[in-house]
């Protein structure tokens, strides 16, 4: 007699491609990146692969290790990581992933970033350092004789790990080291000193509260010169090969993320050049806040994606009192609620990355609209994302509690993306400060949502219910957040009706627009196309 049978467990979910996204590749073609197509299956068929899978894992289950001084006791502030990270990194790098955009002159060439962004997500932690050397660029053009030099490495698609001097490198990557412990999110709080030298560059002295991935080649940092608060472009090597006095003081001991380091800096009078004008520091790094905040809503999308697909192929494999998860009524309405947030937020995230591209391009009116919809993106998805990775967790039941299933993994991650560039208080009053100060993003925002209208009475009525709320001057950044949500529902409501799968945006339209959901995931009304949503969920393993 056998003790120990193994059955009616799910097998592994790998050996799929992770851009078999019909929402995603939808998307692609709509905003003009269609050429991207055939890169970014071969990037999903290597993200749903065993080996990238494997690589995840070990990154995270041996996190970075910060050596601040060698066995003889020279200061060399230094991080090592698993071997598993840097093929993250190469991988990521190759695919263009970071910078690679900027040196794009294909219309779409944002567009197919942000894919790819989504599909590569064997890991989290290592899009930090992609995702701030992607938003360094713009800011750096501040100052076209450092752009001119620097530039064209951190566009290379080059891995190129070690810590040299910058320019004798064939791929750079660019942090950012902005925030302070008595000010956080609050940068004109600084205290960090940028005092001016002879040869046009400046020494900085400050503690920096976290700055993320350190072992980046530079940095852009914010100082108070002179003038005021200014942007600075710290390298962590010297032109001559010295070290950078950027002293690593501890790494961050967090809650999620922690395949990548965080770390508090000191500068004990760190060179840096100067990026804009002194004084001009919060206005020269805006489009980096903003490229950032992209990210952001990049991720928390990608990360929902990743949770409806192992629950939906979980619950395609599991049985419980007689029947297969999803064959049982209740199950097919979790999962559906969970697909149809998932396609929400992977249809406002393209339309953002679109208007990131045609931003770009020099298009007034889709930067008017990415002002106001970037930061309605940022605060809702963000948000979104925590509730939703609890509820993809849940349908593995017990085995989701488990880190061998990769889910605490993933529901440790969802917070983080509200909290950087912003907490969901900070992206809120920027929404408000965007509508009373700036009339025309407010007229992009409407026209773009006015495309549907007549297409669905409950996205009409919403779409009356919010110009209502912003009609009322009364205790307007008291209702900040419900406003917000309220501007983020139209706005998904209406690319869903526009451009979404039939019965997910009826869906959509019925439970977050009209009202009859609950409280929680699982209460879709009757009526909805289960089979129709749950489908395109349902990852196809080889």
């Not at 695919?95 to 790819?116: E, F, I, S, T, Y």
């Not at 380091?261 to 004990?268: L, P, T």
């Not at 949770?307 to 619950?315: K, L």
């Not at 549907?452 to 209502?468: E, H, N, P, T, Y």
Request: net charge negative.
């Amino acid at each position: 007699m056998t003790t120990h049978e193994v059955f009616n467990q799910v097998p592994p979910l790998a050996g799929y491609d992770a851009a078999d996204d019909p929402a995603l590749l939808d998307g692609l073609e709509r905003e003009g990146a269609g050429w991207a197509a055939a890169e970014l299956h071969e990037l999903g068929r290597l993200g749903g692969s065993e080996q990238a899978i494997e690589y995840g894992q070990l990154a995270n289950e041996h996190p970075p290790t910060l050596r601040t001084h060698d066995r003889y006791g020279h200061r060399i502030d230094e991080v090592e990581f698993h071997p598993a990270w840097h093929e993250l990194m190469r991988t990521a790098v190759t695919h263009g992933l970071h910078a690679a955009p900027w040196a794009d002159d294909r219309p779409g060439a944002h567009v197919a970033r942000a894919a790819k962004f989504y599909t590569w997500r064997p890991d989290a932690g290592h899009g930090c350092p992609i995702s701030m050397t992607y938003a360094a660029v713009p800011a750096l053009r501040h100052n076209p004789e450092l752009a001119a030099q620097y530039e064209p490495l951190l566009t290379a698609t080059t891995y190129d790990f070690g810590l040299r001097s910058p320019l004798t490198k064939r791929g750079l990557l660019a942090g950012m080291s902005m925030t302070e412990k008595q000010g956080g999110s609050d940068v004109r709080a600084n205290t960090t000193t940028a005092r001016p030298t002879p040869d046009g560059t400046y020494r900085l002295v400050g503690h920096k509260w976290f700055t993320s991935a350190p072992m980046c080649d530079v940095f852009l940092t914010l100082a108070q010169a002179p003038g005021g608060l200014t942007c600075f472009l710290v390298p962590r090597v010297l032109p001559d090969g010295t070290r950078n006095p950027m002293r690593l003081m501890r790494l961050k001991d967090k809650l999620g993320n922690r395949s990548n380091a965080s770390a508090e800096v000191e500068y004990e009078h760190a060179l840096a050049w100067r990026v804009g004008d002194e004084g001009r520091g919060v206005r020269t790094i805006i489009d980096m806040v903003n490229l950032t905040r992209l990210d952001c809503v990049i991720g928390a999308a990608a990360g929902m994606r990743q949770g409806v697909i192992t629950a939906a192929h979980h619950v395609a494999h599991r049985q419980a009192f007689g029947r297969y998860l999803v064959d049982q009524p209740l199950m097919r309405n979790v999962l559906a609620d969970l697909a149809v947030e998932s396609e929400a937020a992977t249809i406002l995230m393209m339309r953002l990355a679109a208007a990131t591209d045609r931003s770009a391009r020099g298009d007034a009116g889709e930067t008017a609209f990415k002002r106001l919809a970037l930061a309605v993106g940022k605060y809702w998805v963000c948000k979104r994302w925590p509730a939703h990775a609890a509820e993809a967790l849940e349908c593995l039941g017990g085995n989701g509690y488990v880190e061998e299933s990769g889910m605490p993994r993933l529901f440790r991650e969802s917070p983080l993306n509200s909290i950087w560039e912003g907490s969901g208080n900070v992206a809120a009053l920027d929404v408000l400060r965007a509508v009373v100060k700036e009339p025309q993003v407010m007229e992009a925002f409407q026209a773009e949502v006015s495309a549907a209208a007549g297409a669905d009475a409950r996205l009409d009525a919403a779409v009356r219910k919010v110009q209502a709320d912003l009609s009322d001057p009364a205790d307007l950044e008291l209702r900040a957040r419900r406003v917000v949500e309220r501007l983020a529902l139209i706005l998904q409501g209406s690319l869903l009706v526009r451009h979404g799968h039939p019965a997910v945006a009826d869906a959509f339209c019925a439970s977050r627009l009209g009202g009859d959901h609950g409280q929680a995931y699982g209460t879709l009304p009757t009526g909805v196309d289960f089979a129709a949503i749950i489908s395109r969920a349902t990852p196809k393993v080889s």
